[in-house]
Structure formats: structure tokens, C-alpha cells
């Protein structure tokens, strides 16, 4: 039967009034896209967006040159308006706090290439949608950035860091590997500290009912704000006491599920304890560089090496820490803190003894010698050159610690008083 | 006959007019007892003259510098022809440092022997050199660089630090761009403004460093300078052309003249005012063991003026105290009868009292810490 061309359009106008209208602009992408993207399109058909008929349109917009062009790339701005819940709680956690890398401009950076941009700057938009700085991101190659670097911390602005792109089957997104992605290797190894202990084991073995995984204990009842619970910051300082203990009440509720509560907050003190001790060996290491940094015996000194990209030729041993263009000593407080500490700290709570203690606590005292051994071997170096007098070396690390707050006045008096009259 | 009485007339006129006023230093001056005053050599009027503690004087006399055994009869030794426009013996008397203009805006300086002999020689290349003997005896020169622009003439300070064997080591202290009326002042005028003196312990020198700065009066800026460390502090502020910079014995304090009428001690590092004379200081000397203190022609003696010469006679006190000498009018005398009661303090363990100031200089001490221990090392 040959169809006259009115018959054709009544018929189409039909089926168009019959169907959603998202449906109906999603089938003017799918003709080809079912070509050219396959798998998109067929996840796109299984996932509830598909089956409710929200088209490609709805996320990509309808501009196809943009599309083209990659400036149609969808994040947390399109999920949003139909997900307010999940995004309150996204921005609410330590996933949405502006974990994008990047503030301080690359753009002056040598080889730098434009679509870094992105990474701080929505379209159009001259202020930067984060004020997260991050040194470590500046020193990086423009691939390295993008590859290693915002993979993860583009998470605050992706919803498909952990949900997939067109598919939107929960048990991607609930399956521990998609938090492994990020959580995992030498600087914070949830994953594998989990996998390996109780929980993990018998969540392989007896399922996750009887062994939580990530999501149990950090996305309970499906929340989006996986840091309630959490005690200390990104960076593993505890934090103020009263915001510690709201959060500590939100932890034990959680365990409460499954332990009886006095034996969960018990466990956790006991996690708290080990990390109080951790701080302080952290503590002593890092003192003894600032120390050697005030007797100018850091090799090479800051303000002989290129400049730390936020702070210039200043001794940098917080967050910002670099583990390029840097010290022998300051190396090995990067893995003590970034890796052993944060190993030791987060085996703890997640009651993995040979992170705990192997790879965490016996690494951090062994990093410990290594610095003290470094330092030792630098002031004895200084001392073999002529005209180093050791009550100067002596009394610049007393006014160090007491700029620093490390000594009291009264203390730092009476130390000085004593070496000065030493040998009277 | 009358054209003879007249050409007579005319001779004595020249003469008089030629020597200046006939009187006498003695005459001029109020010397009571029991200082009594001796000529003992030439010196140029107004060139500058230095003592060394073995007994010499090293005076420029006809244009060329001499040494003169103060003690002895001889003939003084001829050290060179050439116009020196500083002159500083060594703290132990065995060198005599000599800086000598050059062409080009340069300096010779040379260092000469007992015997007039040179020891070393070198060139800088800065005018108007003042001289220091430090510690280790190493030379502090401190000099000027001029440049003039349509805007204003650039001055550099320099302070070149020379042991004797290699080139002089230089580090600029203070770099200003004069404003008119300041640029417009010729050469020598913008050169004065240049004093250093050494520490009595050789290990700080103190200068100054002209400043210029917008809707402010031009200042010189009276720096110290500890040498190990190189660590400085700015001590004081005096006016430009003062000439008087001077380290007490106690090496703790300074004398700054005003050049305009006021001279004072001050102390280091914060330039608190413990005396002051009513004097611009233009030619200061102190007494090794600060008893005497000669400022501009007044002669004190603890606080209190005990002799008076005319203004413009300039003076330095003998190493050991016992005299002054004086250059006025084209002749060195010899001012003896000095009662210097006091001397100059000593540490009992130099090394220990030199890492005590070294100390101090870093910031490492505070000020109540230097001074409670540096009574406890220091005889008197």
C-alpha cells in the first residue's frame, strides 16, 4: 500500500500527540545516535529516565552544534532541578564542598591549554564556580590534571562521578567499586582497608546484609551526604569539639543498626585514640622540619627552588603540601602525612589491623626515624662548615617554636637564659 | 724713596694677608692647667689626620702623606705625593690605610707599613671613600656613586669590605634619587654626605645613607651593621652634611652630630638619646676610654668643657689617652696633660662575648639579655 503524503504527516502528528513530548525529540537524536552511540542509547532505553520518557534533549539541550562542540556536557546544574533532594544533600557533604581542583588561575601556567578552564569556570562565567586551591593540581601538566586529577574532584559538579552517564541502575552507583574509583591507593585506601576487613569480608562472603559496604555506613537510607558521621576534615584534623560530637551521635546511630551502641561508640574512641596518638608523631616530624627551615638548613631552602604555586618560596606542610620541587626531609613528611597517617587514621575506623598498624602505624614511626635520621644528617653537615656556632643554631630553633606557639614566653625565656649561661 | 715705603707698606700687607692672623693656637684657644700645648709637625689646614696606637701620626702635609714618630726625633717618613682624602691606621698600629682619588670617579686605596712601604694596593669604583679597620683586619670603605639625571642625581652608597690580598668585596647599602634643590648641589657638596666608623670590638660598623623621600626634608639615615651576620638596624636619623658618626668605647653607643648645632649619644640599636652638646659636630673625637670628648673645639672632660680652640680645629686623641693632638693652620701640635681616668672595656673572653653580640645582632637575645650578660663579661 502506497501512503499519500497527507496520510503520512495525520499519522505522525498522531503518534506525536499520543506520545511525551521528550519521546518524541529523543527519537529525532536516537535515529542516528543508535549508530553512532549504541551503548548510550541502550542504556538510555533501560534507565528510568528512558522509561519516563525524559528524552536527550532534556539533559543535552536541543543546540546540536554545542553538543558538537562539548558545550553541552551534562552536570549537577541539569540533574538538579529534578533531584533537589539528592542535591542538597550532595552539596551538603564533603563530596559538594568545591572539591573541583583548581583555584588560582592556570591560564598564566606555561602550557596550559584552554578547556582547563572548565575545570573552575562555567560557560560564560568569569568568577570561578570553586574556591578550592590546590598547589598540588597547579604543578601538574594540563593531561595530568585532567586525567588525574579531575577524574575525582570534579565530583562536586558530577553526578556521574558515581551514577553512570545514561544509565541509571542504582546498583552501579551502590557498588562499592564506584566509590573505589577514587577511594583507593596510597593516600586514602578505603576500598581496599574495607574490602579487607570484617565488613568487607562478609559482605563477599554473606552479602551486604550482613557485611555493609561503603554506602551502608556512608549513604545510610540513600542519602546523598556521605560525610555525616565523619569527624575530621579532608585532611584528617579532628574537628572543633562540638561539631565532633554531633557528628560522632550521627556515626554511632548508623552503627546502631547492626551494634549495640556502647560497643560502637567504643570502637570509635578507640579510632579517636589512635589518631590523637598519630597527630602527635606528625606533630614532632613536622616540627622538625619547621625546625630546620627557621636554621636554614632545609635542602634545598624554599626560596632556592621554584615557587610553591600559592604560597612562593615559603616552607609549605599543610594540605597544600608538594611533593615536587621540594626537600628530601619534606618527601618524606608528604608520604608520612598524605599516606602513612591518613593509613593509620582511616584503618582505624574502618577496623583493618594491617592498615591500622602495618602499612599506617609502623610506616608513620619508621618515618619518623627517617626525618629525625635526615635532620640529624643536615644540622651535622651545617656544623662541619667553619664559623657555625651551635648556641645560634640552638637559639634560632627556641624562637622558632615559640613563633609558632610550640614554647611558651615563660619557657622560651628560661631555655634561652640556660643557654646563654651555659658554661658560667 | 716714598715709592720705596710704599712697595715696603705693600710687602708686609701680602704677608699678613698670606699667613692669615698672625696669632697663635695658644693665643686663640683657652688652655688652662694643666694641659699644656706643643707644635710638633706639619699638617695641611683642614686635611684629615690619624694616630696609631705604636706611636706614629700620619698627616698630609705639602699635598702628600707623612708619617711622624710622635716620640721621637726624626724626620718624618714621605708615604706617597699623591692627595689622600682619608687616612686610618690599624687598630694594632702596624697598617695605615690610605684613600686616594683617582680619575674616573674612582678611588685608589693602599695600605702602607710602618715604614711607608706598600703592602697592598686596589681601585673601587665609587669617590669619597671613609675608612674603618675592622676585626680580622679587614678595611670597611664606605663610598658614593653619583649620577646625574635631568630629574635628579642618583646616589649609591657602597660599602666595600677588603682584606688586604683580594679584590674588595662591595655590597650597595642605600641607593636614593635626589630631588632639587638636593640634586643641584656640585659634586662635593652631595659627597660629604658619607661617615662610617668601626666598633671598638671590630666586629659592627655603623654609616649613613642618604634619604630623599616625597613631602619629607632630606635625611641621612644612621645605619649599623653587624659584618658576620649582616645583619643591619637603623639606628637614627640626622641631617644631611653631618660628618660626625663615632662608636663610644663602651661600643653600645653612638655620637651623631646634626651638623647644624647638636651632637648626641645615642645607643644601638634604638637610637635612644642618653646626652647631648650643643656642638654640630663637624670634627669629634673620643678619648679611648670615653673620658674626653672633643666636638668641634670644645674639649670635654666627663660631661664638662675643660678647654676651648678655635672651631675649625680638628682633633683625635692619642691610642693610650694621654693626649690630643691638633691640626689648626698648617701645624700638628700636641695637647698633653690628659687625665684619661677611665678605660676602654675589655671582654674577659673575647670569642664568647663576640658570639654574644653576634647573637644579639640575629634577634636571637632580646636587648635586657645582651645587656644583663655583657655587664658580666666586660672589665673596666
Known amino acids: 500500500m502506497k501512503m499519500t503524503a497527507p496520510l503520512m504527516v495525520t499519522l505522525l502528528a498522531a503518534i506525536g500527540l499520543a506520545l511525551p513530548s521528550g519521546l518524541l525529540a ?77 583555584w588560582g588561575c592556570t591560564r598564566n601556567l606555561p602550557d596550559r591549554k584552554k578547556d582547563e578552564c572548565r575545570f573552575c569556570h562555567r560557560q560564560g562565567d568569569e568568577a570561578p564556580s570553586t574556591l578550592v586551591q590546590c598547589a598540588r593540581f597547579l604543578k601538574q601538566s594540563s593531561e595530568m590534571a585532567h586525567v588525574g586529577c ?72 540513600g542519602t546523598h551526604n556521605v560525610s555525616s558521621g565523619i569527624t575530621m576534615n579532608s585532611g584528617g584534623v579532628p574537628y572543633p569539639a562540638g561539631q565532633r560530637a554531633k557528628a560522632r551521635d550521627e556515626m554511632v546511630k548508623i552503627c546502631s543498626g ?21 597527630l602527635a608523631i606528625l606533630k614532632e616530624a613536622e616540627e622538625t622540619i619547621l625546625d630546620l627551615n627557621t636554621l636554614g638548613l632545609l635542602d634545598p631552602m624554599p626560596d632556592h627552588r621554584p615557587p610553591h604555586p600559592l604560597s612562593g618560596f615559603q616552607l609549605v606542610t599543610d594540605a597544600q603540601m608538594l611533593y615536587e620541587d621540594t626537600s628530601h626531609i619534606e618527601r618524606l ?11 593509620t587514621v582511616k584503618g582505624a575506623y574502618h577496623q583493618n ?55 611558651s614566653a615563660g619557657d622560651y625565656a628560661k631555655e634561652k637564659a640556660r643557654l646563654l649561661d651555659r658554661g658560667n | 724713596m716714598s715709592s720705596y715705603r710704599l712697595f715696603i707698606l705693600f710687602l708686609l700687607l701680602a704677608a699678613s694677608t698670606l699667613t692669615g692672623c698672625s696669632a697663635t693656637l695658644k693665643e686663640l684657644s683657652q688652655i688652662p692647667e694643666p694641659y699644656q700645648l706643643s707644635a710638633i709637625g706639619k699638617a695641611d689646614t683642614g686635611k684629615p689626620f690619624a694616630i696609631s696606637s705604636r706611636g706614629q701620626a700620619a698627616v698630609i702635609s705639602d699635598g702628600g702623606v707623612k708619617l711622624i714618630a710622635l716620640d721621637k726625633e726624626q724626620e718624618p717618613v714621605k708615604v706617597t705625593p699623591l692627595p689622600a682624602s682619608a687616612l686610618a691606621f ?52 664606605l663610598a658614593l656613586e653619583l649620577k646625574r639625571y635631568s630629574f635628579g642625581t642618583l646616589v649609591n652608597s657602597v660599602v666595600f669590605l677588603w682584606d688586604g690580598k683580594n679584590s674588595p668585596v662591595s655590597e650597595m647599602v642605600g641607593s636614593v634619587t635626589l630631588r632639587p634643590p638636593l640634586s643641584k648641589l656640585p659634586d662635593e657638596a652631595i659627597l660629604q654626605n658619607r661617615n662610617l666608623a668601626a666598633s671598638p670590638f671590630g666586629d659592627e660598623i655603623a654609616y649613613t645613607v642618604l634619604r630623599d623621600p616625597p613631602m619629607f626634608t632630606p635625611y641621612q639615615k644612621v645605619i649599623t651593621r653587624h659584618l658576620a651576620t649582616g645583619r643591619t638596624s637603623e639606628v637614627a636619623d640626622t641631617s644631611v652634611n653631618s660628618q660626625a658618626l663615632l662608636y663610644f668605647p663602651d661600643g653600645d653607643t653612638l655620637l651623631i652630630g646634626n651638623g647644624q648645632g647638636m651632637s648626641r649619644r645615642v645607643t644601638i640599636p634604638d637610637g ?69 681616668m677611665k678605660r676602654a672595656p675589655r671582654p674577659t673572653d673575647p670569642a664568647r662575648f663576640l658570639e654574644l653580640r653576634r647573637l644579639r645582632a640575629q634577634g636571637l637575645i632580646e636587648e635586657k639579655e645582651y645587656r644583663d650578660r655583657r655587664g658580666r663579661m666586660l672589665v673596666k
Not at chain 1, 260 to 273: M, T, V
Not at chain 2, 291 to 312: H, I, V, W
Open chain 1, 258 to 278: 547492626c551494634h549495640a551502641p556502647s560497643f560502637a561508640r567504643r570502637e570509635l574512641e578507640q579510632g579517636d585514640a589512635v589518631r590523637s596518638q598519630s
Open chain 1, 150 to 221: 579531575n577524574s575525582c574532584h570534579m565530583v562536586e559538579g558530577s553526578c556521574d562521578s558515581c551514577h553512570s552517564k545514561h544509565s541509571t541502575d542504582l546498583a552501579i552507583a551502590r557498588d562499592p567499586a564506584s566509590c573505589a574509583k577514587c577511594h583507593m591507593g596510597p593516600d586514602h585506601p578505603q576500598w581496599e582497608m574495607w574490602q579487607t576487613s570484617e565488613h568487607g569480608i562478609l559482605n563477599k562472603s554473606a552479602g551486604r546484609k550482613l557485611g555493609p559496604d561503603c554506602q551502608s555506613c556512608h549513604m545510610p537510607a
Open chain 1, 26 to 102: 529523543a527519537e529525532s537524536c536516537v535515529g542516528c545516535h543508535a549508530e553512532k552511540t549504541p551503548a548510550a542509547v541502550a542504556q538510555w532505553r533501560q534507565s528510568a529516565h528512558g522509561k519516563a520518557g525524559i528524552g536527550c534533549e532534556s539533559c543535552h539541550g536541543s543546540d546540536h552544534d554545542r553538543i558538537l562542540k562539548g558545550e553541552a556536557k551534562v552536570d549537577l546544574t541539569r540533574c538538579a532541578p529534578c533531584h533537589p533532594k539528592a542535591t542538597k544533600e550532595h552539596q551538603a557533604s564533603r563530596h559538594g564542598l568545591g572539591l573541583h581542583t583548581g
Open chain 2, 272 to 340: 635612644k638619646e642618653i646626652y647631648a652638646w650643643p656642638s654640630a659636630g663637624a670634627f669629634p673625637a673620643i678619648s679611648p676610654g670615653g673620658s674626653y670628648l672633643y666636638l668641634d673645639g670644645r674639649l670635654y672632660q666627663d660631661g664638662n668643657r675643660t678647654a676651648y680652640f678655635p672651631e675649625k680645629t680638628r682633633g683625635v686623641f692619642l691610642p693610650d689617652g694621654s693626649a690630643l693632638l691638633l691640626s689648626w693652620n698648617g701645624t700638628l701640635y700636641r695637647l698633653s696633660g690628659l687625665n684619661e
Open chain 1, 333 to 343: 613528611f608528604f608520604k608520612m602525612k598524605k599516606y602513612d597517617y591518613a593509613k
Open chain 2, 90 to 141: 690599624s687598630p694594632e698600629g702596624d697598617r695605615l690605610a690610605v684613600a686616594i682619588p683617582a680619575e674616573g670617579a674612582r678611588t685608589d686605596l693602599r695600605i702602607f707599613d710602618t715604614g711607608g712601604k706598600t703592602v697592598a694596593e686596589s681601585s673601587i669604583p665609587a669617590q669619597a671613600a671613609a675608612l674603618a679597620w675592622t676585626g680580622g683586619g679587614r678595611l670597611a670603605v
Open chain 1, 353 to 407: 589491623p594491617a592498615y591500622a598498624h602495618w602499612y599506617g602505624n609502623a610506616e608513620l614511626k619508621m618515618d619518623l626515624i627517617d626525618i629525625k635520621s635526615e635532620a640529624r644528617r643536615l644540622k651535622e653537615r651545617k656544623k662541619a662548615e667553619p664559623g657555625q656556632a651551635g648556641i645560634e643554631e640552638e637559639l634560632r630553633s627556641l624562637k622558632g617554636r615559640f613563633e609558632r606557639g610550640a614554647l
